[in-house]
């Protein structure tokens, strides 16, 4: 018996003493990124992540790959985006990808159709534009018209310019911690903020409130899975909550956590009082509100107010979380665009 307890200890202190390697050459590696985009206000003890600077860096960094990638005689990469409908916010959301691309020296085009499509033309439109060699990202924005499904369409997109992370095969890819499926942008813009703010993972309380299949899901997965597979998996203990979690037990898990991500949608519902002082919030949520005065506001999930007094970093909105999104499908155009350059050079 005694060998065997002796094994076991000897297993588990290699293990221990591997992952705290692995964290502390994270730690290391990540010293070296600046932290020019956390902004300090009087009276305020939360830090503030000013995403537009931080997006601003990522796309600067994108811009300046794809100029040695045209200096070198290679063409630009390619974002097409297909617009379905005339819905409003997809047309903010769509123009600003596009600018994005643009001012990154990417080719960018808009394919707008009506919404009275049928899901059978769309996905013709989608076979002709998987099988277009001068398409290097693609996407289709959602939301679409209530005849066309929304699953079929995504899983339609190629997975190799499915640069929003939808397609099932690449949701079947970052879920086993496989590193080379794409990752949806929002939750891929979350760990950017995460590791640009030098906010370590291993071995913290993550608390992921909301669990939609683009955001909540991807966070949770990734969040907790084992970083020897990916640098992108976090080795956090994970709790997800949701709308069925009891109002009582979501304060307990907030409370507990060292990260609190909330995208939910639902205005205010992160107060003060349910965060742990000194934790990390990051509020994905962006609600437009009607104001007394008829005007409208952006407001996020998190109570500003409070929670910006207990906080030790948090996420403004907007300004926050939203301009990462835009850059990291930029960062996520350029690498499906660099992966088809080495899969060609290694069989043409």
């Keep these: 018996m005694a060998p065997y307890l002796n094994r076991v200890r000897f297993l588990a202190l290699t293990r221990f003493y591997r992952l705290s390697s692995t964290w502390l050459a994270g730690k290391a590696k990540s010293a070296v990124l600046p932290i020019d985009c956390l902004l300090s206000k009087p009276g305020m003890r939360a830090r503030l992540v000013d995403g537009n600077a931080m997006a601003d860096s990522v796309c600067t960094e994108v811009c300046s790959e794809i100029t040695k990638m045209t200096s070198s005689g290679r063409r630009a990469p ?3 985006v297909v617009l379905v409908g005339d819905d409003p916010a997809s047309h903010t959301y769509v123009t600003k990808k596009q600018n994005t691309a643009k001012r990154c020296r990417m080719n ?7 919404s009275s499509i049928s899901q059978d033309e769309l996905m013709q439109l989608i076979n002709d534009l998987n099988s277009d060699p001068t398409v290097d990202g693609l996407l289709v924005q ?14 339609a997109v190629s997975p190799e310019k499915d640069v929003d992370g939808f397609n099932q095969i690449n949701i079947g890819k970052y879920s086993s911690g496989h590193s080379v499926g794409f990752i949806p942008a929002t939750p891929l ?3 950017e903020i995460l590791k640009r703010c030098h906010i370590a993972t291993f071995g913290q309380n993550v608390c992921v409130v909301g669990r939609s299949k683009h955001i909540g899901f991807p966070l949770a997965t990734l969040l907790h ?3 020897k597979y990916s640098e992108l998996c976090g080795d956090a203990t994970v709790t997800m909550c949701h709308r069925y979690t009891p109002s009582d037990q979501l304060v307990v ?3 507990h956590a060292d990260i609190v991500i909330s995208a939910t949608g639902v205005t205010g519902l992160i107060k003060g009082d349910m965060i742990k002082p000194g934790a990390v919030v990051i509020d994905v949520g962006l609600t437009k509100v009607q104001l007394p005065c008829g005007k409208s506001k952006l407001m996020g999930d998190v109570d500003f107010d409070s929670v910006s007094q207990v906080a030790s970093l948090l996420t403004p909105v907007p300004g926050g979380v939203g301009p990462m999104t835009v850059a990291m499908l930029m960062k996520n155009t350029l690498e499906a665009a660099q992966r088809r350059f080495r899969l060609c050079r290694e069989h043409c």
């Design 78 to 80: 390619n974002l097409t």
């Design 108 to 114: 960018a085009q808009t394919i707008r159709k009506p």
């Design 142 to 155: 959602l939301p679409l018209p209530n005849h066309i499904n929304e699953s079929t369409i995504c899983n």
């Design 189 to 191: 813009g979350i760990l």
């Design 225 to 227: 899975s084992d970083r």
């Design 253 to 255: 898990m907030t409370r």
